[in-house]
Protein backbone atom coordinates (compact mmCIF):
# COMPACT_ATOMS: atom_id res chain seq x y z
CA UNK A 1 0.00 0.00 0.00
CA UNK A 2 1.25 3.37 -1.00
CA UNK A 3 2.07 6.28 1.85
CA UNK A 4 -0.60 8.19 -0.53
CA UNK A 5 -3.16 5.83 0.46
CA UNK A 6 -2.26 4.76 3.62
CA UNK A 7 -2.27 8.09 4.99
CA UNK A 8 -5.60 9.10 3.35
CA UNK A 9 -6.96 6.99 5.83
CA UNK A 10 -4.76 7.43 8.73
CA UNK A 11 -7.42 9.10 11.11
CA UNK A 12 -9.65 6.73 12.45
CA UNK A 13 -12.79 9.04 11.91
CA UNK A 14 -16.38 8.33 13.57
CA UNK A 15 -17.29 8.52 9.56
CA UNK A 16 -16.30 6.14 6.11
CA UNK A 17 -17.28 5.47 2.94
CA UNK A 18 -19.94 2.57 1.70
CA UNK A 19 -17.15 0.78 -0.57
CA UNK A 20 -20.00 0.27 -3.01
CA UNK A 21 -21.72 3.98 -2.83
CA UNK A 22 -18.58 6.06 -1.62
CA UNK A 23 -21.24 7.37 0.77
CA UNK A 24 -20.28 8.90 4.08
CA UNK A 25 -21.49 7.00 7.51
CA UNK A 26 -20.82 6.38 10.76
CA UNK A 27 -18.19 3.94 11.73
CA UNK A 28 -19.64 0.92 13.55
CA UNK A 29 -19.79 1.36 17.23
CA UNK A 30 -19.40 5.41 16.95
CA UNK A 31 -23.14 6.13 17.69
CA UNK A 32 -23.90 7.57 21.28
CA UNK A 33 -27.24 7.84 23.11
CA UNK A 34 -26.72 10.57 25.57
CA UNK A 35 -26.58 13.41 22.89
CA UNK A 36 -29.77 12.49 21.18
CA UNK A 37 -31.62 11.34 24.91
CA UNK A 38 -30.28 15.08 26.06
CA UNK A 39 -32.44 16.87 22.85
CA UNK A 40 -35.35 13.97 23.13
CA UNK A 41 -38.82 14.66 24.21
CA UNK A 42 -39.68 11.34 23.84
CA UNK A 43 -37.58 8.01 24.17
CA UNK A 44 -39.69 5.10 24.22
CA UNK A 45 -38.74 1.34 23.14
CA UNK A 46 -41.94 -0.71 21.27
CA UNK A 47 -43.09 -2.05 18.87
CA UNK A 48 -44.48 -0.74 15.27
CA UNK A 49 -48.04 -1.32 14.48
CA UNK A 50 -48.53 0.07 11.55
CA UNK A 51 -46.84 2.06 8.51
CA UNK A 52 -48.34 4.36 6.34
CA UNK A 53 -47.58 6.74 3.27
CA UNK A 54 -48.28 10.67 3.24
CA UNK A 55 -46.68 11.61 0.17
CA UNK A 56 -44.18 10.89 -2.60
CA UNK A 57 -42.42 13.05 -4.90
CA UNK A 58 -40.09 12.68 -7.68
CA UNK A 59 -36.43 13.24 -7.15
CA UNK A 60 -34.75 14.83 -10.24
CA UNK A 61 -32.17 11.99 -11.99
CA UNK A 62 -29.90 12.05 -14.92
CA UNK A 63 -31.82 11.11 -17.75
CA UNK A 64 -29.76 7.55 -18.03
CA UNK A 65 -30.83 7.24 -14.33
CA UNK A 66 -34.31 5.30 -12.97
CA UNK A 67 -36.36 7.01 -11.14
CA UNK A 68 -36.50 8.06 -7.64
CA UNK A 69 -38.76 8.61 -5.20
CA UNK A 70 -38.84 10.47 -1.60
CA UNK A 71 -41.52 9.29 0.52
CA UNK A 72 -43.16 10.86 3.28
CA UNK A 73 -44.60 8.74 6.12
CA UNK A 74 -45.52 8.13 9.24
CA UNK A 75 -45.27 4.77 11.53
CA UNK A 76 -47.23 4.14 14.86
CA UNK A 77 -45.53 2.61 17.76
CA UNK A 78 -46.85 1.04 20.74
CA UNK A 79 -45.04 1.74 23.57
CA UNK A 80 -43.96 -1.04 26.07
CA UNK A 81 -41.70 1.23 28.49
CA UNK A 82 -40.71 5.36 27.71
CA UNK A 83 -37.37 6.29 29.37
CA UNK A 84 -37.91 10.50 28.76
CA UNK A 85 -41.68 11.79 28.66
CA UNK A 86 -44.78 9.30 28.12
CA UNK A 87 -46.64 7.78 25.69
CA UNK A 88 -48.83 4.67 24.80
CA UNK A 89 -48.87 5.17 21.30
CA UNK A 90 -46.72 7.43 18.84
CA UNK A 91 -47.12 8.69 15.61
CA UNK A 92 -43.61 8.91 13.91
CA UNK A 93 -42.51 11.05 11.07
CA UNK A 94 -39.86 9.80 8.55
CA UNK A 95 -38.57 10.24 4.90
CA UNK A 96 -37.32 7.98 3.12
CA UNK A 97 -36.46 7.15 -0.93
CA UNK A 98 -37.26 4.35 -3.25
CA UNK A 99 -35.23 3.14 -4.45
CA UNK A 100 -33.14 3.80 -1.22
CA UNK A 101 -30.50 6.80 -1.78
CA UNK A 102 -28.63 6.63 1.50
CA UNK A 103 -28.01 4.18 4.40
CA UNK A 104 -30.24 7.24 6.59
CA UNK A 105 -33.14 6.19 4.94
CA UNK A 106 -35.93 4.88 7.02
CA UNK A 107 -37.28 1.30 7.06
CA UNK A 108 -39.72 -0.11 8.91
CA UNK A 109 -42.09 -3.15 9.22
CA UNK A 110 -45.24 -3.40 11.23
CA UNK A 111 -44.00 -5.91 13.65
CA UNK A 112 -40.09 -4.53 13.97
CA UNK A 113 -39.38 -3.76 17.72
CA UNK A 114 -37.46 -0.12 18.00
CA UNK A 115 -35.98 1.78 20.56
CA UNK A 116 -36.39 5.96 19.52
CA UNK A 117 -35.34 8.84 20.31
CA UNK A 118 -38.02 11.37 19.17
CA UNK A 119 -38.72 15.38 19.30
CA UNK A 120 -42.14 17.08 18.37
CA UNK A 121 -42.75 18.00 14.98
CA UNK A 122 -44.23 20.85 13.68
CA UNK A 123 -47.25 18.42 12.31
CA UNK A 124 -48.03 17.48 15.93
CA UNK A 125 -46.67 13.75 15.30
CA UNK A 126 -42.80 13.07 16.85
CA UNK A 127 -39.94 12.81 14.35
CA UNK A 128 -36.39 11.34 14.46
CA UNK A 129 -33.53 13.54 16.89
CA UNK A 130 -31.07 12.63 14.55
CA UNK A 131 -30.59 11.06 11.25
CA UNK A 132 -28.54 8.15 12.63
CA UNK A 133 -29.14 7.55 16.44
CA UNK A 134 -32.78 7.71 17.00
CA UNK A 135 -33.84 4.55 16.02
CA UNK A 136 -32.13 1.57 17.30
CA UNK A 137 -33.62 -2.01 16.72
CA UNK A 138 -34.49 -3.67 20.46
CA UNK A 139 -35.86 -6.65 21.66
CA UNK A 140 -37.03 -6.35 25.42
CA UNK A 141 -38.22 -9.28 26.36
CA UNK A 142 -38.80 -8.77 30.04
CA UNK A 143 -38.14 -5.41 31.81
CA UNK A 144 -36.19 -4.97 35.12
CA UNK A 145 -38.48 -3.45 38.20
CA UNK A 146 -38.55 0.20 37.53
CA UNK A 147 -35.84 1.71 40.32
CA UNK A 148 -33.89 3.89 38.39
CA UNK A 149 -34.92 6.41 35.55
CA UNK A 150 -33.58 7.41 32.21
CA UNK A 151 -30.96 5.71 30.16
CA UNK A 152 -30.07 3.86 33.94
CA UNK A 153 -33.40 2.00 33.52
CA UNK A 154 -32.34 1.37 29.99
CA UNK A 155 -29.31 -0.11 30.63
CA UNK A 156 -31.16 -2.35 33.53
CA UNK A 157 -33.41 -3.46 31.14
CA UNK A 158 -30.86 -4.35 28.87
CA UNK A 159 -28.55 -6.12 30.77
CA UNK A 160 -31.57 -8.41 32.30
CA UNK A 161 -32.09 -9.31 28.66
CA UNK A 162 -28.57 -10.73 28.16
CA UNK A 163 -29.58 -13.63 30.53
CA UNK A 164 -31.19 -16.44 29.32
CA UNK A 165 -31.35 -17.66 25.86
CA UNK A 166 -33.55 -15.18 24.22
CA UNK A 167 -32.03 -15.67 20.43
CA UNK A 168 -28.63 -14.99 19.16
CA UNK A 169 -29.77 -11.84 17.06
CA UNK A 170 -31.90 -10.54 19.68
CA UNK A 171 -29.45 -10.52 22.08
CA UNK A 172 -27.06 -8.66 19.64
CA UNK A 173 -29.06 -6.21 18.89
CA UNK A 174 -29.52 -5.19 22.49
CA UNK A 175 -26.12 -5.69 23.42
CA UNK A 176 -25.33 -2.83 20.41
CA UNK A 177 -27.30 -0.43 22.22
CA UNK A 178 -25.59 -1.06 25.38
CA UNK A 179 -22.49 -0.68 23.65
CA UNK A 180 -23.66 3.63 22.51
CA UNK A 181 -24.09 4.19 26.13
CA UNK A 182 -20.81 6.32 27.78
CA UNK A 183 -20.79 3.75 30.47
CA UNK A 184 -22.87 0.94 32.07
CA UNK A 185 -22.57 0.26 35.59
CA UNK A 186 -20.20 -2.43 37.90
CA UNK A 187 -23.47 -4.91 37.57
CA UNK A 188 -23.67 -4.53 33.64
CA UNK A 189 -20.18 -5.49 33.19
CA UNK A 190 -19.96 -8.44 35.06
CA UNK A 191 -22.89 -9.58 32.91
CA UNK A 192 -21.11 -8.34 29.77
CA UNK A 193 -18.01 -10.41 30.64
CA UNK A 194 -19.53 -13.49 31.23
CA UNK A 195 -20.31 -13.40 27.47
CA UNK A 196 -16.81 -12.97 26.55
CA UNK A 197 -16.35 -16.48 26.54
CA UNK A 198 -19.62 -17.05 24.65
CA UNK A 199 -19.96 -20.10 21.57
CA UNK A 200 -21.46 -17.18 19.53
CA UNK A 201 -18.72 -15.00 18.00
CA UNK A 202 -21.06 -12.45 17.23
CA UNK A 203 -21.77 -11.98 20.90
CA UNK A 204 -18.22 -12.19 22.40
CA UNK A 205 -17.28 -9.77 20.36
CA UNK A 206 -19.80 -7.12 20.82
CA UNK A 207 -19.63 -8.20 24.48
CA UNK A 208 -15.49 -7.35 23.98
CA UNK A 209 -16.39 -4.02 22.57
CA UNK A 210 -18.41 -2.76 25.08
CA UNK A 211 -15.66 -3.61 27.68
CA UNK A 212 -12.77 -2.19 25.35
CA UNK A 213 -15.01 1.29 25.54
CA UNK A 214 -14.59 1.18 29.20
CA UNK A 215 -10.72 1.32 28.71
CA UNK A 216 -9.99 -1.39 31.63
CA UNK A 217 -6.66 -3.33 31.35
CA UNK A 218 -7.76 -6.87 31.98
CA UNK A 219 -10.25 -6.77 29.34
CA UNK A 220 -8.42 -5.58 27.09
CA UNK A 221 -5.82 -8.07 27.68
CA UNK A 222 -8.51 -10.48 26.80
CA UNK A 223 -9.50 -9.28 23.84
CA UNK A 224 -6.01 -9.87 22.73
CA UNK A 225 -6.33 -13.02 23.97
CA UNK A 226 -9.44 -13.75 22.13
CA UNK A 227 -8.00 -12.86 18.67
CA UNK A 228 -5.17 -14.59 18.89
CA UNK A 229 -6.88 -17.92 19.78
CA UNK A 230 -9.91 -17.55 17.11
CA UNK A 231 -7.89 -17.35 14.07
CA UNK A 232 -11.16 -17.88 12.04
CA UNK A 233 -12.05 -14.44 12.66
CA UNK A 234 -12.23 -12.54 9.72
CA UNK A 235 -11.89 -8.37 9.63
CA UNK A 236 -14.55 -8.12 8.45
CA UNK A 237 -16.32 -9.55 11.62
CA UNK A 238 -14.25 -7.71 14.26
CA UNK A 239 -14.56 -4.57 12.60
CA UNK A 240 -18.23 -5.05 12.45
CA UNK A 241 -18.54 -4.71 16.34
CA UNK A 242 -16.81 -0.86 16.38
CA UNK A 243 -13.42 -1.15 18.72
CA UNK A 244 -12.56 2.40 17.26
CA UNK A 245 -12.78 3.66 20.95
CA UNK A 246 -9.36 1.29 21.47
CA UNK A 247 -7.46 4.23 20.56
CA UNK A 248 -9.02 6.64 23.95
CA UNK A 249 -7.93 3.83 26.67
CA UNK A 250 -6.62 5.46 29.86
CA UNK A 251 -5.40 2.96 31.54
CA UNK A 252 -1.82 3.03 31.60
CA UNK A 253 -1.76 -1.12 33.10
CA UNK A 254 -3.24 -1.46 29.24
CA UNK A 255 0.29 -0.29 27.49
CA UNK A 256 0.82 -4.49 27.03
CA UNK A 257 -2.27 -4.91 25.45
CA UNK A 258 -2.07 -1.93 23.11
CA UNK A 259 1.94 -3.29 22.65
CA UNK A 260 0.58 -6.46 21.68
CA UNK A 261 -2.81 -5.11 19.70
CA UNK A 262 -0.36 -2.96 17.92
CA UNK A 263 0.96 -6.43 15.95
CA UNK A 264 -2.91 -7.67 15.33
CA UNK A 265 -3.42 -9.20 11.87
CA UNK A 266 -6.08 -6.70 11.44
CA UNK A 267 -4.93 -3.98 9.95
CA UNK A 268 -7.28 -0.98 11.37
CA UNK A 269 -7.29 -2.52 14.62
CA UNK A 270 -3.56 -1.91 15.14
CA UNK A 271 -3.40 2.21 13.62
CA UNK A 272 -6.50 2.47 16.48
CA UNK A 273 -3.73 0.58 19.27
CA UNK A 274 -0.96 2.74 18.31
CA UNK A 275 -3.15 6.03 18.95
CA UNK A 276 -4.20 4.57 21.89
CA UNK A 277 -0.79 4.12 23.08
CA UNK A 278 -0.14 7.76 21.63
CA UNK A 279 -2.96 8.99 24.28
CA UNK A 280 -1.00 6.97 27.28
CA UNK A 281 2.06 9.15 26.34
CA UNK A 282 4.04 6.59 28.47
CA UNK A 283 7.89 6.33 28.19
CA UNK A 284 7.85 2.46 28.19
CA UNK A 285 6.89 2.54 24.64
CA UNK A 286 9.45 4.28 23.75
CA UNK A 287 11.41 1.20 22.48
CA UNK A 288 8.64 -0.27 21.14
CA UNK A 289 7.72 2.60 19.30
CA UNK A 290 11.46 2.61 17.50
CA UNK A 291 10.23 -0.35 16.19
CA UNK A 292 7.62 0.82 14.23
CA UNK A 293 9.61 3.05 12.32
CA UNK A 294 10.90 0.50 10.00
CA UNK A 295 6.81 -0.92 9.56
CA UNK A 296 5.45 -1.42 6.66
CA UNK A 297 2.35 0.54 7.37
CA UNK A 298 2.88 4.49 6.86
CA UNK A 299 0.19 5.09 9.23
CA UNK A 300 1.86 3.47 12.26
CA UNK A 301 5.23 4.98 11.54
CA UNK A 302 3.39 8.29 11.48
CA UNK A 303 2.39 7.37 15.34
CA UNK A 304 5.48 6.08 16.21
CA UNK A 305 7.12 9.47 15.01
CA UNK A 306 4.37 11.36 16.62
CA UNK A 307 4.17 10.30 19.78
CA UNK A 308 8.22 9.71 20.12
CA UNK A 309 7.70 13.54 19.52
CA UNK A 310 4.79 14.15 22.49
CA UNK A 311 6.48 11.59 25.06
CA UNK A 312 10.27 13.05 24.95
CA UNK A 313 8.96 16.65 24.32
CA UNK A 314 10.74 17.24 20.90
CA UNK A 315 8.60 19.31 19.34
CA UNK A 316 10.89 21.13 16.33
CA UNK A 317 9.96 20.80 12.88
CA UNK A 318 12.51 17.95 11.94
CA UNK A 319 10.98 15.95 15.27
CA UNK A 320 7.12 16.59 14.93
CA UNK A 321 5.33 15.39 11.75
CA UNK A 322 2.06 16.65 10.81
CA UNK A 323 -0.44 14.30 8.48
CA UNK A 324 0.39 16.68 6.05
CA UNK A 325 4.38 17.08 6.42
CA UNK A 326 4.96 13.23 7.14
CA UNK A 327 3.35 12.14 3.59
CA UNK A 328 5.42 15.07 1.58
CA UNK A 329 8.86 13.29 3.56
CA UNK A 330 8.15 10.70 6.12
CA UNK A 331 12.28 9.58 5.65
CA UNK A 332 12.95 12.73 7.15
CA UNK A 333 11.50 11.98 10.22
CA UNK A 334 11.98 8.32 10.61
CA UNK A 335 16.04 9.28 10.13
CA UNK A 336 15.41 11.73 12.82
CA UNK A 337 13.73 9.87 14.80
CA UNK A 338 16.20 6.70 14.43
CA UNK A 339 19.45 8.78 14.89
CA UNK A 340 18.15 9.64 17.99
CA UNK A 341 17.28 6.25 19.36
CA UNK A 342 21.03 5.94 18.65
CA UNK A 343 22.98 8.87 20.34
CA UNK A 344 20.44 9.52 23.45
CA UNK A 345 17.44 7.76 23.57
CA UNK A 346 18.53 3.87 23.78
CA UNK A 347 20.68 4.87 26.95
CA UNK A 348 17.55 6.81 28.55
CA UNK A 349 14.69 4.41 27.56
CA UNK A 350 15.97 1.14 27.06
CA UNK A 351 14.60 0.18 30.54
CA UNK A 352 12.10 2.32 30.72
Not at 79 to 107: E, M, N, Q, W
Request: glycine share 6%; net charge negative; proline share 5%.
Amino acid sequence: MSAAKSLSILVLLTVAPIPSSGEIVPTPGSGRIEPSFASADLVCVGRVTGVREVSRQVVPQPANKLSVYQINGVFALSADRCYKGGARRVDISFVTHSPSLSSADVHVSIGDDLLVLLRRSSEGTFEPVDPWWSRWDAELVTFAEPDSVGLRQLERDLAQNMDGDRGAESRIKNLRILHALDSVSGDTMIRVRRLFSSSDPQAALEAFSIAVKAGKAGDLIAFDRYLKDNPQLTEQMVWGHGFSSIQDVTDRDALGALESLARSRFTWLGVAAMDGIRHLRDPASIPELVKYLDDPDPRKQFFAAATLSEITGLRDEDHTPTMKSFHEDPARFIVTWKQWWTDTGRTQYQHE
